[in-house]
């Protein structure tokens, strides 16, 4: 027997169930704009009423009775496709990866520009012009010396200007990492805040449904998690998330453990290296973060410790260091710095460092002197070493005065030199007797004058010329810089000579091996290359984005179209079911006002 | 596929950011007319691009450098053309003071004018350009060319950086021989070791004087001025021995042999390496002071950076100079010769006779014996017991005529000299010349022209020794052309005749009788008027020729012998030491004894017992001075052989100027070439770096067209949607 009222429950279900659905499609247009909102739906089905209960109002005999009951609903659902977000957080990674290392490097092209304003390049150039031009004129010409040295600190000024400004891009990248690894940590505070809210809801609904919003925003920041690095997302029975950041988890539901990434102090370490909470490295193939590190930390061949083997600041830094370094040694041994630190053309500001970009500078030498690197290197054979002076031809020897070798003398009480009759100083003999000879040093008599050898008579005593005075041995010494210049500036030409030299090896790591110009090329050249594959790399992974982000959208997203169909159609429905209400309501007044009046 | 909102809108926004990206882009490739202005944006191009800059760069540098080159050889070749036309200047001086017979003196003004000429070519060759001496190879340091005078004041030596043009065959043993070089881009190969550049790879700025002007000569000597050299000081000279330069030092010694030996020393220990490898023979020094080399010139200066040293007078004796030699060549054998020395002021006239010998050496190193014999007599010796006047005995210096710290002349003698001549000088290059002055009055004298036999008697005047040689010479014009004294010449017919033979009379001599005790006495009546004697004085140790001329007036002659004692033997304080008086008694002013003897006179020949070093020089300065100094001195010979050489000069250096001239085409090839690099590189840079102006104005245009479109879309982006339709 079918219950009298049936049709009305059944109807009553119906109108609710296209009101409910009514406001789904009110809830979707709504939020057609909603950053994360995913479209929701209405989970409908054809409710049945199981017989094997103990219907005492139902027929035993068959069902018949209790079909008919329409429509219900399980809940209202969200459509998202899992696989979808994968991806697309993996490309977002790439993507965000890629931006950050393109905004570094080109911070670095930004200062190491060759070509919109005067470069490295240019100031090369303009060194090598000087010492052109000086090589033309007479070593002695100090003014032309002068500009060639001028060159040469307007090259050291600029290599200093690019080591300072490097040092503020390399700052100012380490504190963005910095910020960003404590934005990070907060975003991670708020997702296990919001796990525990998840939690508490969920609990009101069944296995299958729970708090779409609070999912959508839970989404929106794994999605921006996403962007730091390679992640992997479970959902829990729970409806709480967790999240694995390069191995870690680092959500783990309401779970307080690991949320945090922590940094290194960059001033003790001078790299950028992140670590979790549990100690271990944050080791990342995608995302900012690797950028960061990749890019602070990039030292190319250079790399040691903390560093890796990129093209970052680090490496930029040490290429720019190997450029200054490089060119200073070379052309300091080549003006012979190596036998004589008075030759070195370029120095480091501070003391006992190796030259850097940083610290590299014209030497006092060269300043007080322009013209030193006019004086030409000889071999003197008597020393057995370089010698350097302005005449390259100074072999014609030189008659001098030969002067008494300096000895060891007695003192005084007072410590002050014993000297005897002639004002020479008593000298000190050794326990043979011996006078000790000082090598190297000549004797001083009590005026502070220098004493001549003189010509002895077999006696020992002076011989005397026909004035009466001691006549002085005279001895040959090699000559050195007669005081005549020739115009032949070869030592200058040498030096220029160094820059078409293309066996230069830059850097102790066989990192490139040519002339400084094709350093400089190559400097530029791996830069811009080194950008270019990031912005090919960015330029895919936005791409693939963009299209991840249609198929989410394809999904996820709300259709206006289809939610007006919807409205129409629910409407409708409603309509159908509230007509059906009045049929139910006329059959019941027929069978209760109608019934058994005949005749009335 | 679920079109949805978002998705049409993120789609229309990206695509709209992106043309305005693209639009951007381009809008900046056209106003910075750049390409790219990053090298990331371009990586190829931007590599290529700063090659193609540095090429653009080096390329500036390097025409710069070639301009500055041009310049230099440009003046060069100017100043080549100039002493071009002062060489052909030279010589038509050269070739009219030979063309016919000049007295002295327009020799004299021929010598000033070549003088002249030689001080503007070194003017010339010390021309400064910007600063820098053009010829003065790598030097910069004053003038690179200096000339140096004789004692006499007439130039000498032309020096290059201090060392005489002679003295080296090499121009690159000059100082500062190196080439100067600019980069031109032709890849300078600088070794990494040595410093040096391999000239192939650069271009040469410096002109080397010594190349331009000629270096060497065919040998030659030194002379270290001995008495110059004090004892015990320090003396330091560089001597040129073979082009190969040595600085040596020694001590001033206490005697004359010592120095000689200690400068022997000097120079073995000097050259010992290069003798042995290099095959030069030891440079030495002779008793004269003078340095030799067999076969090689050898010259020495006091070196300039020796700031201690003593300086020592040096002259050089490559080339034409005073150095005068005997003549052995043209010496017969037991002849009696008789030669003018002049030893600074003083001059002498000496004889000796050409020894005998069937070995040529022994015979004349005989003959050198009795030179000097001849000149110890005449200039005597010093405290020391060396010879004032030298005949050298070296191997190479053999009878060269040398003094101490004093210019030596030597000359035939021109007069006949003596009391007791037996013939007459005979010399003449266009007419023969009988020197009356010579004739002794009372003499008979014979002499053959053409083939006949004059013979006349010496008058006392020159005008009747003329009339006796007119009385004598029957069938002969006899004429005094030139009015002097010294020139009579024999006609017949049209031709002059030569004086083939002078024949001997037999001798007689100056009555000297030796008075009481030591003196002597000149017996005053047999002198004659205007004629040349000598009396060889002895007193103590010294043993003078004294040459006087004899005067009709006894006191006359008187006057002039004392005069000419004087000169010999000077004045003890005031007093001369040698003194004659009225009646010709010679006596001394101190008592001691004197001898005196009548010179016996020798024949005299018209052979030249003296010859000079006839050196001509490989460069054309020292030539012109040489022509001018033989000029000066009569030797026509040598002058003459100045011409030719002269002109090889100039030949010379005409193909020197042509070696500029293919420089500079070779400096303007290279500009060319450089030029059109630059083009080429310029147009690179060009496509490499500078917008395409067409291209990116129609990209633009396009761009913007899409970008409006876009823009005009925007209305439509957002769909209709049903909702837009129902009621």
């Known amino acids: ?600 | 596929m679920r079109i949805t909102n978002p998705t049409i809108l993120r789609g229309y926004n990206r695509d709209l950011n992106r043309l305005l990206t693209q639009k951007t882009a381009c809008e900046r490739r056209i106003t910075s007319t750049r390409k790219f202005s990053r090298a990331s944006e371009a990586p190829l191009s931007a590599a290529k691009a700063l090659n193609v800059r540095r090429s653009l760069y080096n390329s500036e540098q390097w025409q710069e450098n070639l301009k500055t080159a041009n310049k230099f050889y440009t003046e060069a070749e100017t100043s080549l053309l100039q002493v071009s036309d002062k060489m052909a200047e030279i010589r038509e001086i050269l070739v009219a003071a030979c063309n016919t017979t000049k007295d002295s003196q327009d020799y004299a003004i021929y010598a000033e004018q070549l003088e002249n000429s030689a001080k503007k070519l070194v003017s010339i060759f010390n021309t400064d350009s910007a600063g820098r001496a053009i010829f003065g190879g790598e030097s910069d340091n004053g003038l690179p060319f200096t000339l140096e005078n004789d004692s006499s004041g007439n130039l000498a030596t032309v020096l290059y950086h201090g060392v005489p043009v002679n003295s080296m065959s090499s121009y690159k043993g000059f100082p500062y021989s190196n080439a100067v070089t600019v980069d031109i881009g032709l890849g300078m190969d600088i070794d990494q070791k040595t410093q040096e550049v391999d000239p192939q790879s650069v271009l040469d700025i410096s002109f080397n004087g010594a190349k331009i002007t000629g270096c060497g000569a065919e040998k030659g000597t030194a002379d270290i001025n001995l008495e110059s050299i004090k004892v015990g000081r320090k003396y330091c000279i560089d001597v040129y021995a073979n082009s190969i330069k040595k600085t040596i030092e020694f001590t001033g010694g206490a005697t004359r042999e010592e120095t000689v030996d200690t400068i022997n020393n000097a120079l073995k220990a000097a050259y010992s390496k290069e003798v042995a490898y290099d095959k030069l023979k030891q440079p030495t020094m002779d008793e004269c002071g003078v340095i030799y080399s067999d076969g090689s010139i050898v010259s020495a200066v006091n070196n300039e950076y020796s700031t201690t040293a003593e300086k020592l007078v040096v002259d050089n004796d490559a080339g034409y100079t005073n150095k005068f030699k005997l003549n052995f060549a043209s010496m017969e054998e037991n002849k009696i010769y008789s030669i003018d020395v002049t030893m600074g002021e003083i001059t002498k006239s000496i004889k000796f006779t050409a020894a005998n010998d069937a070995d040529p050496e022994t015979r004349e190193n005989n003959t050198i014996k009795n030179v000097q014999d001849a000149l110890d007599d005449a200039f005597g010796k010093d405290v020391n017991g060396h010879s004032l006047v030298h005949i050298s005995t070296n191997p190479v210096t053999k009878g060269c005529f040398s003094a101490e710290g004093a210019v030596v002349k030597v000359q035939d003698s021109m007069k006949m000299t003596g009391t007791n001549v037996k013939g007459a000088t005979v010399y003449s290059k266009y007419f023969d010349q009988i020197d009356l002055v010579k004739l002794n009055a009372g003499n008979t004298y014979t002499i053959k022209v053409g083939t006949t036999d004059i013979t006349f008697q010496g008058g006392k005047t020159t005008a009747e020794t003329l009339n006796n040689i007119k009385a004598a010479a029957a069938g002969f014009t006899v004429t005094n052309p030139t009015g002097d004294k010294q020139s009579v010449s024999f006609k017949t017919g049209d031709d002059y005749e030569t004086i083939s033979e002078v024949k001997n009379p037999p001798s007689g001599s100056v009555a000297i009788t030796p008075t009481k005790g030591s003196t002597y006495k000149v017996d005053l009546a047999s002198i004659g008027e205007e004629r040349e004697y000598s009396i060889k004085v002895i007193y103590g140790n010294r043993a003078k020729v004294v040459s006087f001329e004899g005067s009709a007036d006894t006191a006359k002659t008187v006057s002039n012998i004392q005069g000419a004692l004087s000169v010999a033997f000077g004045l003890d304080g005031v007093h001369n030491k040698i003194n004659i008086d009225d009646e010709g008694n010679i006596t001394t002013y101190d008592g001691n004894p004197v001898a005196v003897t009548s010179m016996e006179q020798g024949s005299d020949k018209d052979a030249s017992a003296v010859q000079r070093d006839k050196i001509y020089s490989d460069n054309y300065i020292q030539l012109t001075i040489d022509a001018a100094r033989a000029l000066r001195d009569g030797d026509i010979d040598y002058a003459n052989g100045c011409i030719d050489r002269i002109v090889d000069a100039n030949e010379h250096l005409l193909v020197q100027i042509a070696d500029l001239g293919c420089n500079e085409d070779f400096i303007d090839f290279n500009l060319e070439k450089l030029t059109t690099r630059d083009l080429n590189l310029m147009e690179r840079q060009n496509d490499l770096e500078v917008t395409d102006a067409e291209k990116e104005i129609t990209l633009w245009k396009t761009y913007e067209a899409l970008y409006n479109a876009c823009l005009q879309m925007s209305s439509s982006v957002v769909p209709n949607s049903i909702f837009n339709y129902i009621k």
């Not at chain 1, 299209?547 to 159609?569: A, F, T």
């Open chain 1, 1 to 600: 027997m079918r219950p009298t009222f049936l049709g009305f429950e059944t109807q009553r279900r119906t109108l609710m169930l296209a009101q409910k659905n009514q406001d789904i499609v009110g809830n979707n247009i709504s939020n057609i704009n909603t950053p994360g909102y995913t479209r929701q739906r209405v989970d409908i089905y054809s409710m049945y009423v199981s017989g094997l209960g103990e219907p005492r109002w139902s027929s035993r005999s068959n069902m018949l009775s209790m079909q008919g009951q329409g429509a219900n609903a399980y809940g209202v659902s969200q459509i998202r496709d899992t696989y979808i977000d994968k991806r697309y957080r993996e490309n977002v990674s790439i993507e965000s990866e890629t931006e950050t290392k393109i905004n570094v490097l080109s911070d670095i092209e930004d200062i190491l520009d060759n070509f919109e304003t005067t470069g490295l390049q240019r100031k090369t150039q303009d060194f090598w012009n000087a010492l052109q031009d000086y090589s033309e004129e007479k070593p002695d010409s100090t003014e032309v010396a002068t500009i060639a040295a001028n060159a040469a600190v307007n090259l050291c000024r600029m290599l200093n200007d690019y080591s300072s400004q490097l040092k503020q891009v390399e700052d100012t990248y380490v504190n963005e990492l910095k910020d960003n690894v404590e934005y990070v940590n907060k975003m991670l505070n708020e997702m296990r805040e919001l796990n525990e809210r998840i939690e508490k809801e969920k609990f009101h609904y069944a296995e299958e449904y729970g708090p779409n919003e609070l999912y959508d925003e839970m989404n929106l920041y794994i999605d921006e998690l996403g962007t730091y690095g390679e992640i992997s997302v479970h959902q829990n029975a729970n409806g709480t998330y967790d999240v694995t950041m390069g191995g870690v988890k680092i959500l783990d539901g309401i779970a307080q453990k690991n949320s945090q990434i922590i940094m290194k102090e960059y001033d003790i370490y001078g790299t950028a290296e992140l670590y979790f909470q549990n100690g271990q490295d944050v080791i990342l193939t995608r995302g900012s973060f690797k950028a960061y590190q990749d890019m602070i930390n990039g030292n190319g061949v250079y790399a040691a410790g903390g560093q890796n083997s990129n093209y970052g600041i680090a490496y930029f830094k040490s290429a720019i260091n190997m450029f200054a370094r490089t060119v200073a040694d070379t052309l300091n041994t080549a003006n012979g710095a190596d036998n004589d630190s008075f030759r070195a053309m370029f120095v480091s500001a501070t003391e006992d460092s190796l030259i850097t970009a940083g610290n590299i500078r014209v030497s006092d030498d060269w300043l007080e002197d322009p013209t030193m690197i006019g004086k030409v290197r000889y071999f003197n054979e008597k020393t057995g070493l370089y010698e350097y002076g302005f005449d390259e031809k100074s072999d014609t020897p030189v008659t001098k005065i030969k002067y008494e070798q300096a000895y060891e003398t007695e003192t005084n009480a007072d410590g002050s030199i014993k000297y005897d009759a002639d004002g020479l100083p008593v000298p000190k003999k050794d326990a043979n007797g011996n006078i000790v000879y000082i090598p190297g040093s000549r004797l001083r008599d009590k005026d502070n004058n220098l004493v001549p050898v003189y010509e002895k008579n077999a006696d020992g005593s002076n011989k005397l010329d026909a004035n009466g005075k001691p006549i002085p041995v005279y001895e040959t010494v090699d000559g050195t810089a007669s005081g005549t210049v020739n115009l032949q500036n070869t030592n200058v030409k040498y030096l220029f000579s160094q820059f078409d030299n293309k066996n230069i090896e830059f850097g102790y790591c066989h990192d490139f091996t040519g002339s400084y110009f094709e350093y400089i090329s190559f400097i530029s050249n791996r830069l811009g290359q080194t950008i270019e594959y990031e912005t090919s790399r960015n330029e895919t992974a936005k791409v693939t984005v963009d299209e991840l982000l249609d198929s989410r959208d394809s999904v996820s997203g709300v259709q206006m179209d289809e939610e007006g169909i919807n409205m129409l159609n629910y409407s409708k429905w409603y309509n159908a079911s509230s007509r059906m209400l009045t049929t139910l309501d006329d059959m019941l007044d027929k069978l209760i006002n109608g019934t058994g009046r005949v005749g009335l």
